[in-house]
Antibody, heavy 119, light 111 residues
Framework: QVQLQESGPGLVKPSQTLSLTCTVSGGSIGNPDYYWSWVRQLPGKGLQWIGYINYSGKTYYNPSLKSRLSIPVDTSKNQFSLTVSSVTAADTAVYYC???????????WGQGILVTVSS | QSVLTQPPSASATPGQRVTISCSGSSSNIGSNYVFWYQQLPGTAPKVLIYRNNRRPSGVPDRFSGSKSGTSASLAISGLRSEDEADYYCAAWDDSLSGHWVFGGGTKVTVL
């Protein structure tokens, strides 16, 4: 059974870059049946999709965040990452890394990591 | 402001049926599958319904999904206390090069 685990700093200063990594175990990130996504949840709010990368490196991003986003993948480590540049307090959220199936939906989620943007 | 519109809350007594609506547009629900996610307090979401009306293994048949045009709905029959959670609909949106969109979520309370 695939498992995903987020890692990275829990505190980022305003205007800096937020960087998170998701380590995937129990499944290959190169599997063409899946894509690898980031979803965030602002405090007390709903879910916001951030973006995803697929096995071939193709990326799709939330249009409202696209200019600040990057989702690179490291197949040798079975990891994918998220960078968000020029963060503000509005980027404070729990960030989830997620495996998605094109027909099955986002079927495996990490436990989530709280990232606070504050000086 | 979410692209998909859900009621913020719904409630019913144990054993009753509750229905949650999800309204979208031709670029998302109207042309793509709808998915439903359940988020229990303090946990990550899990997929409840995929491809409009299919249940992953392990999801009770008390949960059912449907879609018509640019709207979808999730029904929970025989409501149980452990169903108290937040529920989100989601669909792929073909506009702006394509992206996933979520509903704002519906908090289901078991009275």
């Amino acid at each position: 059974q695939v498992q995903l685990q987020e890692s990275g700093p829990g505190l980022v200063k305003p205007s800096q870059t937020l960087s998170l990594t998701c380590t995937v175990s129990g499944g290959s990130i190169g599997n063409p049946d899946y894509y690898w996504s980031w979803v965030r949840q602002l405090p007390g709010k709903g879910l916001q999709w951030i973006g995803y990368i697929n096995y071939s490196g193709k990326t799709y991003y939330n249009p409202s965040l696209k200019s600040r986003l990057s989702i690179p993948v490291d197949t040798s480590k079975n990891q994918f990452s998220l960078t968000v540049s020029s963060v503000t307090a509005a980027d404070t959220a729990v960030y989830y890394c997620v495996r998605g199936g094109y027909d099955l939906g986002m079927d495996s989620w990490g436990q989530g990591i709280l990232v606070t943007v504050s000086s | 402001q979410s692209v998909l519109t859900q009621p913020p809350s719904a409630s019913a007594t144990p054993g009753q049926r509750v229905t949650i609506s999800c309204s979208g547009s031709s670029s998302n629900i109207g042309s793509n599958y709808v998915f439903w996610y359940q988020q229990l307090p303090g946990t990550a979401p899990k997929v409840l319904i995929y491809r409009n009306n299919r249940r992953p293994s392990g999801v009770p048949d008390r949960f059912s999904g449907s879609k018509s045009g640019t709207s979808a709905s999730l029904a929970i029959s025989g409501l149980r206390s452990e169903d108290e959670a937040d529920y989100y609909c989601a669909a792929w949106d073909d506009s702006l090069s394509g992206h996933w969109v979520f509903g704002g979520g519906t908090k289901v309370t078991v009275l």
